[in-house]
């Protein structure tokens, strides 16, 4: 077993990074600044200016925002000034109702709030908000994690911020988590596999929560609707009425929802809701319908949101790599030991998604999210299959390495460094492009 202070150490890593969530994490990040920003000012802000990195930008323009029926940026941040607590984390907007969202759209309309790309930084997680009112401005700063603040205050002239690498800069930041743990696959499986039961039950958690989002999904109509087509009886006379068919279901309910700007929240991994649900939906349905135990079911979810953690400690919180690959590599894992694999069979299944999913990108959050998890999802059940009839993908067959953690670092460094310029080409395409309806 792995000595305490180790295992007291990583499970307040993931006590940081499985939270609850409410919409999109990128517009919630800056709604969030925009509350905090709000507190230090004292009032109601006059006008609102946010500088925010290119991903933050690509992550946040065509999403919904939960309760207003509206996408993008300028509704999460009228209502971040209007109603938004900084202590409700990303959950900042959930004191909303109809009177406070007719505010928020009249906030708008007097054209208050002014969105930019910030010039010269690195981070690709960063939000800096500068509310003013009168003589007074206060600003408040996230960089590096969705609820990382780095800098926040009340002053008559708030001092540039953010010009090149924030590290080291004196302002209390420090990586995208100054006390994480350096993680590989084998400890990520003897963690999950050996800590004592009690002190990680809190990973069910994100079963309620999940679980409940698609369950709540089904109940409306959310983005395309694509888990409740996957119900209907077309989609069964193609998939069946199977395990298969059940866990694409239950997942991508969860993220029709939450893309398409449902009330309702889940729990998120590596501040993504998406990546939360990609990570839980499908151990948890494969855990009922094949008659898993609860311990099993937890040590299955713990495996499955530690990869994910893992894998995003080299790959960083946004990049241009889809997050479903991530998650569903997590899932993978965790299905794989539902199935009785060990931690052969589970690294096996590793690089089998990473032969399969390497190189799709990620062109910001957005219903149609939900037809990549599935696409994700699907990989995940094929890639565990495989692991457990003794198939692996063999280092002489394109990234894939004969070291799993080797494996991994190719998958990540693709999205994190070969990927930039495809970063780039995104968010041009985004921003340019012209929208028919």
């Avoid at 969030?32 to 500088?51: S, V, W, Y």
């Avoid at 009330?263 to 319908?289: D, R």
């Avoid at 910001?364 to 692996?392: D, H, R």
């Amino acid at each position: 077993m792995i000595e305490k202070e180790l295992r007291e150490r990583i499970i307040a890593m993931v006590h940081r990074e499985v939270v609850p969530a409410i919409g999109c994490t990128e517009p919630m990040c800056v709604a969030l600044c925009t509350a905090k920003a709000t507190e230090k000012l004292g009032r109601r802000p006059e006008k609102i200016e946010a500088l925010l990195s290119a991903n933050i930008l690509k992550n946040a323009m065509g999403v919904g925002i939960p309760g207003t029926g509206m996408l993008g940026l300028p509704i999460a941040i009228a209502l971040g000034a209007i109603i938004g607590k900084s202590e409700y984390q990303l959950e900042v907007l959930k004191d909303l109702t109809p009177e406070t969202l007719e505010e928020g759209k009249q906030y708008i309309a007097e054209n208050r709030i002014v969105i930019k790309q910030k010039e010269g930084i690195s981070e690709k997680l960063y939000v800096e908000i500068v509310c003013t009112a009168g003589d007074k401005k206060a600003s408040a700063v996230i960089a590096g994690g969705h609820t990382r603040f780095v800098e926040e205050g009340l002053t008559p002239n708030p001092s540039p911020r953010g010009e090149g690498n924030l590290e080291g800069e004196g302002n209390g930041y420090q990586g995208e988590s100054g006390d994480e743990v350096p993680l590989n696959l084998r400890l990520v499986y003897d963690f999950a596999m050996t800590a004592p039961l009690d002190e990680i039950r809190f990973i069910e958690d994100a079963r309620t929560y999940n679980m409940n989002a698609a369950r709540e999904a089904l109940k409306g109509n959310y983005g395309h609707n694509l888990g409740k087509s996957i119900e209907r009886p077309l989609a069964k006379g193609i998939f069946g009425d199977s395990i298969y068919s059940h866990i694409i279901s239950r997942t991508a309910s969860a993220c029709d929802a939450r893309m398409g700007g449902a009330m309702i929240p889940v729990m998120s991994n590596s501040g993504s809701g998406n990546q939360g649900i990609c990570a839980t939906n499908p151990v948890c349905v494969y855990a009922k319908e094949n008659d898993n135990t609860e311990e099993e079911l937890i040590r299955a979810l713990m495996l499955s949101h530690l990869t994910a953690i893992y894998i995003k400690q080299s790959l960083g919180k946004l990049s241009a790599l889809c997050g479903c690959v991530v998650a569903s590599i997590g899932s993978s894992c965790g299905i794989t030991y539902l199935m009785g694999g060990d931690y052969s069979r589970i690294s096996a299944s590793v690089k089998n998604m990473i032969a399969n999913l390497t190189g799709m990108i990620c062109d910001g959050a957005k219903p149609s999210c939900a037809l990549k998890i599935t696409s994700g999802v699907s990989t995940a059940l094929l890639s565990a299959l495989l692991a457990m009839e003794g198939k692996c993908v063999t280092s002489s067959e394109g990234i894939v390495d004969d070291d799993v953690d080797k494996s991994i670092h190719n998958l990540t460094s693709i999205g994190a460094d070969a990927m930039c310029k495809t970063d780039d080409m995104i968010l041009n395409i985004m921003t340019t492009k012209e929208t028919v309806c």
